[in-house]
Protein backbone atom coordinates (compact mmCIF):
# COMPACT_ATOMS: atom_id res chain seq x y z
CA UNK A 1 0.00 0.00 0.00
CA UNK A 2 1.69 3.38 -0.68
CA UNK A 3 2.37 6.12 1.21
CA UNK A 4 0.67 9.68 0.83
CA UNK A 5 2.30 11.58 -2.00
CA UNK A 6 1.69 15.41 -2.75
CA UNK A 7 -1.30 15.27 -4.67
CA UNK A 8 -0.98 15.85 -8.79
CA UNK A 9 -1.98 19.00 -9.57
CA UNK A 10 -5.53 18.48 -10.86
CA UNK A 11 -8.74 20.61 -9.55
CA UNK A 12 -10.27 18.70 -6.56
CA UNK A 13 -12.75 19.58 -3.66
CA UNK A 14 -9.90 22.15 -1.53
CA UNK A 15 -8.98 24.38 -5.17
CA UNK A 16 -6.01 22.48 -6.42
CA UNK A 17 -6.26 22.99 -9.99
CA UNK A 18 -3.35 24.44 -12.70
CA UNK A 19 -4.36 26.55 -15.76
CA UNK A 20 -5.36 30.32 -16.01
CA UNK A 21 -7.95 31.32 -13.51
CA UNK A 22 -8.10 27.79 -11.64
CA UNK A 23 -8.00 28.31 -7.67
CA UNK A 24 -5.17 28.09 -5.54
CA UNK A 25 -5.41 25.09 -2.56
CA UNK A 26 -6.57 26.37 0.70
CA UNK A 27 -2.72 25.34 2.77
CA UNK A 28 -3.06 22.48 5.16
CA UNK A 29 -2.83 25.20 8.36
CA UNK A 30 -5.03 27.29 7.12
CA UNK A 31 -7.60 24.92 6.92
CA UNK A 32 -6.58 23.53 10.26
CA UNK A 33 -6.98 26.83 11.76
CA UNK A 34 -10.01 27.71 9.71
CA UNK A 35 -11.92 24.62 11.34
CA UNK A 36 -10.31 25.56 14.85
CA UNK A 37 -11.60 29.28 15.08
CA UNK A 38 -15.00 28.18 14.16
CA UNK A 39 -15.47 26.31 17.25
CA UNK A 40 -13.29 26.40 20.32
CA UNK A 41 -14.59 23.36 21.68
CA UNK A 42 -13.76 21.05 18.59
CA UNK A 43 -11.74 17.68 20.16
CA UNK A 44 -11.71 16.19 17.01
CA UNK A 45 -10.78 17.26 12.67
CA UNK A 46 -11.91 14.71 10.45
CA UNK A 47 -10.35 14.65 6.73
CA UNK A 48 -12.33 12.47 4.51
CA UNK A 49 -12.60 11.74 0.67
CA UNK A 50 -16.24 12.49 -0.51
CA UNK A 51 -17.19 14.30 2.56
CA UNK A 52 -16.37 18.21 2.99
CA UNK A 53 -13.65 18.87 6.51
CA UNK A 54 -15.40 17.28 9.69
CA UNK A 55 -15.00 18.05 13.41
CA UNK A 56 -16.40 16.85 16.33
CA UNK A 57 -17.17 19.40 19.40
CA UNK A 58 -19.29 17.90 22.50
CA UNK A 59 -19.54 14.60 20.49
CA UNK A 60 -21.19 15.94 17.29
CA UNK A 61 -19.71 15.65 14.22
CA UNK A 62 -20.55 18.33 12.06
CA UNK A 63 -19.36 19.12 8.26
CA UNK A 64 -17.62 22.90 7.24
CA UNK A 65 -18.03 24.62 5.03
CA UNK A 66 -15.20 26.61 3.82
CA UNK A 67 -14.47 29.33 1.58
CA UNK A 68 -12.36 27.86 -1.64
CA UNK A 69 -12.70 24.05 -0.04
CA UNK A 70 -15.84 21.49 -1.03
CA UNK A 71 -16.21 17.63 -0.88
CA UNK A 72 -12.43 16.32 -0.25
CA UNK A 73 -11.13 13.90 -3.00
CA UNK A 74 -9.04 11.24 -2.58
CA UNK A 75 -6.07 13.47 -4.07
CA UNK A 76 -7.29 15.84 -0.99
CA UNK A 77 -6.95 13.86 1.95
CA UNK A 78 -3.33 12.34 0.52
CA UNK A 79 -1.91 15.79 0.52
CA UNK A 80 -3.17 16.62 3.83
CA UNK A 81 -1.72 13.61 4.65
CA UNK A 82 1.50 14.49 3.45
CA UNK A 83 1.70 18.12 4.97
CA UNK A 84 1.08 16.20 8.68
CA UNK A 85 3.68 13.61 7.84
CA UNK A 86 6.18 16.17 6.63
CA UNK A 87 9.64 14.55 6.19
CA UNK A 88 8.99 11.41 9.12
CA UNK A 89 10.06 8.74 7.33
CA UNK A 90 9.36 6.13 9.84
CA UNK A 91 6.00 7.49 9.62
CA UNK A 92 5.33 7.36 6.00
CA UNK A 93 6.74 3.59 5.59
CA UNK A 94 4.77 2.46 9.14
CA UNK A 95 1.58 3.98 6.59
CA UNK A 96 3.30 1.85 4.08
CA UNK A 97 3.66 -1.33 5.37
CA UNK A 98 0.69 -1.60 7.99
CA UNK A 99 -1.71 0.89 6.50
CA UNK A 100 -1.77 3.33 9.33
CA UNK A 101 1.03 5.47 11.08
CA UNK A 102 0.14 8.04 14.12
CA UNK A 103 2.16 10.98 14.53
CA UNK A 104 2.37 14.23 16.50
CA UNK A 105 1.58 17.49 14.48
CA UNK A 106 1.76 21.53 15.83
CA UNK A 107 0.33 24.54 14.46
CA UNK A 108 2.33 27.36 15.89
CA UNK A 109 -0.04 29.84 18.00
CA UNK A 110 -2.82 27.35 17.71
CA UNK A 111 -2.50 24.00 18.95
CA UNK A 112 -1.02 21.05 18.58
CA UNK A 113 -2.28 17.40 17.46
CA UNK A 114 -2.74 13.72 17.59
CA UNK A 115 -2.79 12.49 14.36
CA UNK A 116 -3.57 9.17 12.84
CA UNK A 117 -3.71 8.97 9.20
CA UNK A 118 -4.85 5.59 7.45
CA UNK A 119 -5.45 3.64 4.22
CA UNK A 120 -9.31 2.89 3.47
CA UNK A 121 -10.24 1.94 0.39
CA UNK A 122 -7.51 2.72 -1.53
CA UNK A 123 -7.69 6.50 -0.27
CA UNK A 124 -6.34 8.55 2.67
CA UNK A 125 -8.29 9.80 5.87
CA UNK A 126 -6.79 11.46 8.65
CA UNK A 127 -8.18 11.81 12.17
CA UNK A 128 -6.89 14.63 14.32
CA UNK A 129 -7.15 14.90 18.04
CA UNK A 130 -6.66 18.49 19.33
CA UNK A 131 -4.08 18.41 22.26
CA UNK A 132 -5.18 21.57 24.59
CA UNK A 133 -2.19 24.36 24.49
CA UNK A 134 -2.05 24.28 28.14
CA UNK A 135 -1.58 21.59 30.79
CA UNK A 136 -4.78 20.73 32.71
CA UNK A 137 -4.71 21.86 36.56
CA UNK A 138 -5.98 19.72 38.89
CA UNK A 139 -8.18 21.78 40.70
CA UNK A 140 -9.59 23.89 37.46
CA UNK A 141 -10.07 20.74 35.47
CA UNK A 142 -13.10 19.77 38.17
CA UNK A 143 -11.68 16.14 38.98
CA UNK A 144 -12.70 14.16 42.14
CA UNK A 145 -10.87 15.16 45.44
CA UNK A 146 -9.69 12.06 45.81
CA UNK A 147 -8.07 11.49 42.91
CA UNK A 148 -5.47 14.06 44.44
CA UNK A 149 -3.86 10.93 46.77
CA UNK A 150 -2.90 9.25 43.99
CA UNK A 151 -0.45 12.48 43.30
CA UNK A 152 0.78 11.59 46.83
CA UNK A 153 1.39 8.04 46.36
CA UNK A 154 5.29 6.62 46.70
CA UNK A 155 4.74 3.62 44.15
CA UNK A 156 2.65 1.16 42.59
CA UNK A 157 0.49 1.49 39.78
CA UNK A 158 -2.38 2.94 38.53
CA UNK A 159 -4.61 3.08 35.40
CA UNK A 160 -7.07 5.27 33.94
CA UNK A 161 -9.34 3.64 31.71
CA UNK A 162 -12.12 4.16 28.99
CA UNK A 163 -12.72 4.35 25.70
CA UNK A 164 -11.13 6.68 22.57
CA UNK A 165 -11.84 10.29 23.55
CA UNK A 166 -12.98 9.62 27.29
CA UNK A 167 -10.45 11.88 28.59
CA UNK A 168 -7.80 9.66 29.78
CA UNK A 169 -4.59 11.36 29.03
CA UNK A 170 -6.70 14.83 30.16
CA UNK A 171 -6.66 12.90 33.59
CA UNK A 172 -3.34 11.80 33.93
CA UNK A 173 -1.51 14.54 32.66
CA UNK A 174 -3.88 16.48 34.99
CA UNK A 175 -2.41 14.31 38.17
CA UNK A 176 1.24 14.52 36.62
CA UNK A 177 1.19 17.83 36.95
CA UNK A 178 0.45 18.21 40.52
CA UNK A 179 3.44 16.33 40.96
CA UNK A 180 5.18 18.08 38.94
CA UNK A 181 4.54 21.28 40.97
CA UNK A 182 4.43 19.94 44.34
CA UNK A 183 7.25 17.23 44.16
CA UNK A 184 10.79 17.75 43.81
CA UNK A 185 10.71 14.26 41.60
CA UNK A 186 12.39 12.91 38.36
CA UNK A 187 9.25 12.30 35.76
CA UNK A 188 9.62 10.22 32.85
CA UNK A 189 7.26 9.84 30.40
CA UNK A 190 6.68 7.65 27.32
CA UNK A 191 3.93 8.19 24.75
CA UNK A 192 2.38 7.61 21.51
CA UNK A 193 2.93 10.46 20.63
CA UNK A 194 4.00 13.11 23.35
CA UNK A 195 0.56 15.05 23.92
CA UNK A 196 0.78 17.34 26.62
CA UNK A 197 3.86 19.40 26.84
CA UNK A 198 5.12 19.51 30.71
CA UNK A 199 7.50 21.98 31.16
CA UNK A 200 10.18 21.43 34.37
CA UNK A 201 8.60 22.95 37.50
CA UNK A 202 9.60 21.84 40.71
CA UNK A 203 9.90 18.22 39.64
CA UNK A 204 12.31 17.29 36.31
CA UNK A 205 10.20 16.17 33.09
CA UNK A 206 11.57 14.06 30.51
CA UNK A 207 9.10 12.63 27.87
CA UNK A 208 10.12 10.47 25.49
CA UNK A 209 8.38 9.57 22.02
CA UNK A 210 7.65 6.23 21.09
CA UNK A 211 8.89 5.63 17.53
CA UNK A 212 11.42 9.00 17.29
CA UNK A 213 13.28 8.36 20.81
CA UNK A 214 12.32 4.66 21.47
CA UNK A 215 11.41 2.01 19.27
CA UNK A 216 8.75 0.50 22.12
CA UNK A 217 7.26 0.98 25.57
CA UNK A 218 8.68 -2.09 26.95
CA UNK A 219 12.05 -1.11 25.73
CA UNK A 220 11.64 2.26 27.40
CA UNK A 221 10.28 1.09 30.66
CA UNK A 222 13.03 -1.37 30.71
CA UNK A 223 15.55 1.93 30.64
CA UNK A 224 13.85 4.21 32.81
CA UNK A 225 14.18 1.31 35.08
CA UNK A 226 17.85 2.90 35.16
CA UNK A 227 17.37 6.28 34.74
CA UNK A 228 16.66 6.94 38.49
CA UNK A 229 12.83 8.40 38.15
CA UNK A 230 10.16 8.73 40.79
CA UNK A 231 7.27 8.64 38.39
CA UNK A 232 6.95 6.81 35.20
CA UNK A 233 4.31 7.78 33.36
CA UNK A 234 3.84 4.42 30.04
CA UNK A 235 0.91 6.21 27.22
CA UNK A 236 -0.55 2.06 27.23
CA UNK A 237 -0.46 -0.77 28.28
CA UNK A 238 -0.78 -2.94 24.87
CA UNK A 239 1.12 -6.12 25.45
CA UNK A 240 2.58 -8.39 27.44
CA UNK A 241 5.93 -7.48 28.23
CA UNK A 242 5.28 -3.75 28.54
CA UNK A 243 2.84 -4.86 31.31
CA UNK A 244 5.07 -7.17 32.74
CA UNK A 245 8.18 -4.54 33.13
CA UNK A 246 5.58 -1.65 34.68
CA UNK A 247 4.71 -4.67 37.11
CA UNK A 248 8.54 -4.96 37.76
CA UNK A 249 8.53 -0.98 38.48
CA UNK A 250 6.16 -1.20 40.54
CA UNK A 251 7.83 -3.52 42.66
CA UNK A 252 11.53 -1.83 42.46
CA UNK A 253 9.59 1.41 44.48
CA UNK A 254 8.57 3.28 41.42
CA UNK A 255 5.06 4.96 40.91
CA UNK A 256 3.67 3.93 37.45
CA UNK A 257 0.53 5.92 35.39
CA UNK A 258 -0.85 3.93 32.59
CA UNK A 259 -3.60 3.49 30.57
CA UNK A 260 -5.88 0.99 28.95
CA UNK A 261 -8.87 0.64 26.42
CA UNK A 262 -11.26 -0.60 28.77
CA UNK A 263 -14.70 0.56 29.90
CA UNK A 264 -14.44 -0.62 33.87
CA UNK A 265 -12.13 -1.57 36.83
CA UNK A 266 -13.56 -5.36 36.00
CA UNK A 267 -12.93 -5.54 32.48
CA UNK A 268 -9.27 -4.03 33.40
CA UNK A 269 -8.26 -6.58 35.51
CA UNK A 270 -9.89 -8.96 32.87
CA UNK A 271 -7.57 -7.60 30.20
CA UNK A 272 -3.97 -7.24 31.83
CA UNK A 273 -4.84 -11.42 33.44
CA UNK A 274 -6.21 -12.37 29.27
CA UNK A 275 -2.66 -11.05 28.21
CA UNK A 276 -0.92 -13.87 29.97
CA UNK A 277 -1.04 -17.61 29.29
CA UNK A 278 -2.95 -19.61 32.14
CA UNK A 279 0.16 -21.48 33.64
CA UNK A 280 1.19 -17.56 34.59
CA UNK A 281 -2.99 -16.06 35.25
CA UNK A 282 -2.77 -17.01 39.08
CA UNK A 283 0.78 -15.28 39.21
CA UNK A 284 -0.01 -11.86 37.48
CA UNK A 285 -3.38 -11.95 39.73
CA UNK A 286 -0.81 -11.80 43.24
CA UNK A 287 1.44 -9.29 41.06
CA UNK A 288 -1.23 -7.08 40.50
CA UNK A 289 -3.48 -6.79 43.72
CA UNK A 290 -0.02 -5.91 45.33
CA UNK A 291 1.19 -3.29 43.12
CA UNK A 292 -2.36 -1.44 41.72
CA UNK A 293 -3.00 1.43 43.83
CA UNK A 294 -6.10 3.02 41.77
CA UNK A 295 -7.77 1.97 38.66
CA UNK A 296 -10.19 4.94 37.10
CA UNK A 297 -12.70 4.72 34.61
CA UNK A 298 -14.12 7.34 32.96
CA UNK A 299 -17.06 8.06 30.50
CA UNK A 300 -17.89 11.59 28.63
CA UNK A 301 -21.80 12.32 28.87
CA UNK A 302 -24.04 14.84 26.87
CA UNK A 303 -25.08 17.14 29.05
CA UNK A 304 -29.05 17.94 29.31
CA UNK A 305 -28.86 21.36 28.48
CA UNK A 306 -26.41 20.71 25.56
CA UNK A 307 -23.68 22.74 27.28
CA UNK A 308 -20.88 20.48 26.56
CA UNK A 309 -20.21 16.64 28.06
CA UNK A 310 -19.74 15.51 31.82
CA UNK A 311 -16.96 13.36 32.92
CA UNK A 312 -18.59 10.70 35.58
CA UNK A 313 -16.05 8.41 36.96
CA UNK A 314 -16.14 5.01 38.32
CA UNK A 315 -12.65 4.62 41.48
CA UNK A 316 -11.50 1.56 42.42
CA UNK A 317 -8.82 1.85 45.59
CA UNK A 318 -6.96 -0.64 46.80
CA UNK A 319 -7.84 -1.90 50.33
CA UNK A 320 -7.91 -5.38 51.64
CA UNK A 321 -11.04 -6.03 50.08
CA UNK A 322 -10.13 -5.19 46.64
CA UNK A 323 -6.72 -6.70 46.73
CA UNK A 324 -8.73 -10.34 47.10
CA UNK A 325 -10.87 -9.90 44.85
CA UNK A 326 -8.03 -9.14 42.34
CA UNK A 327 -6.02 -11.71 43.56
CA UNK A 328 -8.57 -14.95 43.58
CA UNK A 329 -10.72 -13.45 41.25
CA UNK A 330 -14.20 -12.42 41.58
CA UNK A 331 -17.30 -14.91 42.27
CA UNK A 332 -21.11 -14.20 43.26
CA UNK A 333 -21.32 -11.36 45.91
CA UNK A 334 -17.59 -10.89 45.91
CA UNK A 335 -16.98 -8.19 42.89
CA UNK A 336 -14.91 -5.31 42.75
CA UNK A 337 -18.59 -3.42 42.14
CA UNK A 338 -19.74 -4.37 45.26
CA UNK A 339 -16.59 -3.04 46.71
CA UNK A 340 -17.05 0.16 45.29
CA UNK A 341 -20.32 0.28 46.18
CA UNK A 342 -19.82 -0.52 49.66
CA UNK A 343 -16.57 2.04 49.72
CA UNK A 344 -17.92 5.03 49.31
CA UNK A 345 -16.25 6.47 52.96
CA UNK A 346 -12.59 5.02 51.31
CA UNK A 347 -12.96 7.30 48.61
CA UNK A 348 -14.23 4.75 46.10
CA UNK A 349 -17.88 5.24 43.32
CA UNK A 350 -18.92 3.48 40.78
CA UNK A 351 -20.48 4.75 37.18
CA UNK A 352 -24.12 3.78 37.82
CA UNK A 353 -24.40 6.00 41.26
CA UNK A 354 -22.45 8.81 40.02
CA UNK A 355 -25.09 8.50 36.86
CA UNK A 356 -27.70 8.74 39.20
CA UNK A 357 -26.80 11.29 40.94
CA UNK A 358 -26.05 13.21 37.78
CA UNK A 359 -29.87 12.42 36.42
CA UNK A 360 -31.73 13.57 39.97
CA UNK A 361 -29.72 16.58 39.60
CA UNK A 362 -31.06 17.52 35.84
CA UNK A 363 -27.57 17.34 34.84
CA UNK A 364 -27.60 15.00 32.36
CA UNK A 365 -30.63 12.98 30.86
CA UNK A 366 -32.80 9.86 32.31
CA UNK A 367 -32.51 8.32 28.79
CA UNK A 368 -29.00 9.13 28.21
CA UNK A 369 -27.64 8.28 31.79
CA UNK A 370 -29.18 4.97 31.00
CA UNK A 371 -27.58 4.48 27.93
CA UNK A 372 -23.78 4.75 29.74
CA UNK A 373 -25.28 2.67 32.72
CA UNK A 374 -23.43 -0.62 33.29
CA UNK A 375 -26.43 -2.35 34.35
CA UNK A 376 -29.20 -0.07 33.29
CA UNK A 377 -31.70 -2.78 34.42
CA UNK A 378 -30.77 -1.87 38.03
CA UNK A 379 -29.82 1.76 37.51
CA UNK A 380 -33.87 2.02 36.23
CA UNK A 381 -34.93 0.47 39.55
CA UNK A 382 -32.72 2.56 41.56
CA UNK A 383 -34.49 5.92 39.77
CA UNK A 384 -38.18 4.22 40.31
CA UNK A 385 -39.29 6.81 42.06
CA UNK A 386 -37.73 9.98 40.18
CA UNK A 387 -39.19 8.39 37.30
CA UNK A 388 -42.77 8.41 38.95
CA UNK A 389 -42.57 11.87 40.06
CA UNK A 390 -41.40 13.60 36.68
CA UNK A 391 -44.47 11.45 35.54
CA UNK A 392 -46.76 12.95 38.27
CA UNK A 393 -45.62 16.78 37.56
CA UNK A 394 -46.03 16.20 33.23
CA UNK A 395 -49.44 14.87 34.10
CA UNK A 396 -49.72 18.44 36.19
CA UNK A 397 -48.42 20.31 33.24
CA UNK A 398 -51.04 18.80 31.28
CA UNK A 399 -53.87 19.45 33.61
CA UNK A 400 -52.73 23.14 33.42
Wanted: aromatic fraction near 4%; charge should be neutral; charged fraction near 25%.
Amino acid sequence: MDAPQPAAPTRTGTGTGTGTGAPKRVPTPSLIATILSANPKTSDIIFSPGRPPQAKANGQLMPYKIQGVGVLMPADTSQIAADLIGGNALALQKLKDEGSCDISYSLAKVSRFRVNVFMQRGSCAIVMRVIPSSVPDFSAFNLPPQLAHAAELRNGIVLVTGPTGSGKSSTLAAILNKINEEKAHHIITIEDPIEFLHMHKKGTVHQRELHSDTPSFALALRAALRQAPEVILVGEMRDKETIEVALEAADTGHLVFSTLHTTDASKTVERIIGVFPLSDQSAIRNRLAKAFRYIISQRLIPRKDGSGRLAVFEILKSTLRTREYVERGETEGKTLLDAMRDGSTEGMQCFDAEIEKAIRAGTIGFEVGLSYATNAGNLKLQLADYTESMKEETEVEIER
